[in-house]
């Protein structure tokens, strides 16, 4: 049961297990990624760009909070394997905005549920790592945006659930997108260089601009 933001942001950050070791070496790596930038490039050094890295390293942290409540290898939390990760995909068949997709969730996806459990999983986590670390954050930003739609249709007739809570992220998704987040104290920052895409032909330099 939730108490308040602060005794359980203390409570998420202090349980054990490995989730949370990996949690803290991805905030300690994304602090020690800032500060490197910080300290390289006084252009950096603003506070448009803490917000950026502020805004996707919480963004990436509700991404990792939320695979916790489907790790494999039964994709729930529940000690008698119940609830979590299926449980939704069979809220998606009642609660989705159109057939289509109900359809698809109860025809395609449920009977072979370990063949797309694991892509659900590994694709929160990886919107989690590149948006925590800032790297490849167009990327990070564009499946995070995906996943986030398909909540938002998927669970539009709950009155249970508010559609504009997963249409919300779905705005900040694509902002990542368009704003790269990841150029601000980001791994993005240090993989593009000083190189600028406008007078490089170099396909590494055209990479980067496409995905950092």
């Not at 790790?71 to 989705?96: C, F, H, I, K, N």
């Not at 508010?162 to 368009?178: C, D, E, H, K, R």
Request: net charge positive.
């Amino acid at each position: 049961m939730r108490v308040n933001p602060f005794s359980d942001t203390l409570s998420f950050l202090t349980t054990g297990g490995w989730t949370t070791v990996v949690f803290w070496l991805l905030l300690v790596a994304s602090i020690g990624i800032a500060f490197f930038n910080y300290r390289r490039d006084a252009r950096q050094r603003s506070a448009l760009h803490v917000w950026n890295w502020l805004s996707r390293l919480f963004i990436g942290g509700l991404w990792w909070q939320q695979s916790l409540w489907k790790l494999p290898p039964t994709y729930t939390d529940q000690p008698d394997g119940s609830g979590g990760l299926r449980y939704w995909m069979e809220q998606m068949v009642r609660g989705a905005s159109f057939a289509a997709q109900a359809d698809f969730v109860k025809k395609i996806v449920l009977p072979h549920f370990y063949f797309f459990a694991p892509q659900v999983y590994a694709g929160e986590v990886l919107v989690a790592v590149s948006l925590m670390l800032g790297l490849f954050t167009r990327v990070g930003g564009f499946l995070g945006a995906l996943m986030a739609v398909n909540l938002w249709l998927g669970l539009y007739r709950l009155n249970s659930e508010w559609p504009w809570t997963y249409f919300f992220l779905v705005v900040i998704q694509i902002m990542f997108v368009a704003y790269r987040p990841g150029r601000s104290f980001g791994l993005d920052a240090l993989i593009r260089g000083e190189e600028s895409a406008a007078v490089s032909k170099h396909w590494w330099t055209r990479l980067t601009e496409l995905v950092a």
